[in-house]
C-alpha cells in the first residue's frame, strides 16, 4: 500500500534549477521552474556528499529530467538526468554568473504563485540560459532582453513605439515605468526620462529579438536601456532585484 502511494505521487518533468541551499549534513533544497509544473521546491537527498547520485545536475543553472515525489510541503528528487550542462561555463565567468543570477531570481519572482503553470516562462529562461552559456551576444543584452521578455510573458509588455497610456502612434520622447513603457507630450509625468532614439530602438529590438540591430548598438545606448529596463522591472515586481546590482555593465 505504501510502495502504491508512493508511485501515485511520482511524475517527471523538465526543470531549470533556480537555486539552491543546505538542509542538514548531506541535503539541498532545490527551487525549480519546471515546464509543466510551474515552480517547485524539492529536496534532494545525499547530494553534498561525494558519493550522490546526482552529481553537478542539480546545480544552479543546470536543465535537467527529473524524477519527483509530491510531498506535503516539500517534493522529493529520485532521478535526475542532465539536459542542458550550462552551469560549467556560466559559473566559470563573473559577468555571465552575475546576469545568469539575475535572470533566475527574476524567473522564480515571476512563477512564485502555486499551481502556475509557466511553460511559456521556462522556455524563455532555458533559452537565454543557452544563449549566455554559448557567448552568443554580450550578457548584458542577453540579459535586458530576457528581463523586458519574461515581463512581457508576465503580463507587463512595455511598449516603445505607440503612446503605453493613450495608444497615440509614436515615436515618443518620454519613458513612464508605472505607465507602460513610452508616452505622449500628453501623457508624460513630470520628471520623466527622455531617453536617445537609440536606446529607445535597441529596447525595441531587445523585447522582439532584433539581435542585429541589438548587436550593432553602442556602449552609450546599451547602458542608458539597461537603466531603464532595471526601473522597469523593479517597478512592476515591486520589490528591489538583489542581485541585480552585482552585473557588470561595461
Request: aromatic share 6%; hydrophobic share 40%.
Amino acid at each position: 500500500m505504501a510502495q502504491h502511494s508512493f508511485a501515485s505521487r511520482a511524475y517527471r518533468d523538465d526543470a531549470v534549477v533556480l537555486r539552491t541551499h543546505k538542509l542538514g549534513e548531506a541535503d539541498r533544497i532545490i527551487t525549480l521552474l519546471t515546464k509543466h509544473h510551474g515552480q517547485v521546491r524539492a529536496v534532494a537527498k545525499g547530494i553534498r556528499r561525494t558519493s550522490s547520485r546526482f552529481g553537478a545536475r542539480l546545480e544552479p543553472f543546470m536543465v535537467a529530467d527529473l524524477q519527483l515525489v509530491s510531498g506535503r510541503t516539500l517534493d522529493i528528487v529520485t532521478q535526475a538526468v542532465a539536459k542542458g550542462a550550462y552551469g560549467g561555463s556560466i559559473a566559470a565567468d563573473y559577468g555571465r554568473y552575475t546576469v545568469a543570477a539575475a535572470m533566475t531570481e527574476t524567473a522564480e519572482k515571476l512563477t512564485d504563485v502555486d499551481g502556475e503553470a509557466g511553460t511559456a516562462q521556462y522556455n524563455l529562461l532555458v533559452g537565454a540560459l543557452a544563449a549566455l552559456s554559448r557567448d552568443e551576444h554580450a550578457a548584458g543584452l542577453i540579459l535586458d532582453s530576457y528581463l523586458l521578455r519574461a515581463l512581457a510573458t508576465g503580463g507587463w509588455a512595455p511598449s516603445f513605439t505607440d503612446c503605453a497610456r493613450c495608444g497615440l502612434p509614436g515615436p515618443h520622447s518620454a519613458f513612464s515605468a508605472p505607465l507602460g513603457g513610452m508616452v505622449c507630450s500628453g501623457c508624460r509625468p513630470p520628471g520623466s526620462p527622455a531617453p536617445a532614439p537609440e536606446t529607445v530602438s535597441l529596447l525595441a529590438a531587445l523585447l522582439t529579438g532584433d539581435w542585429g540591430t541589438a548587436d550593432a548598438s553602442l556602449p552609450q545606448a546599451r547602458k542608458e536601456a539597461a537603466g531603464l529596463v532595471a526601473a522597469y522591472l523593479q517597478w512592476h515586481l515591486e520589490r528591489v532585484l538583489k542581485s541585480l546590482k552585482h552585473v557588470e555593465r561595461n
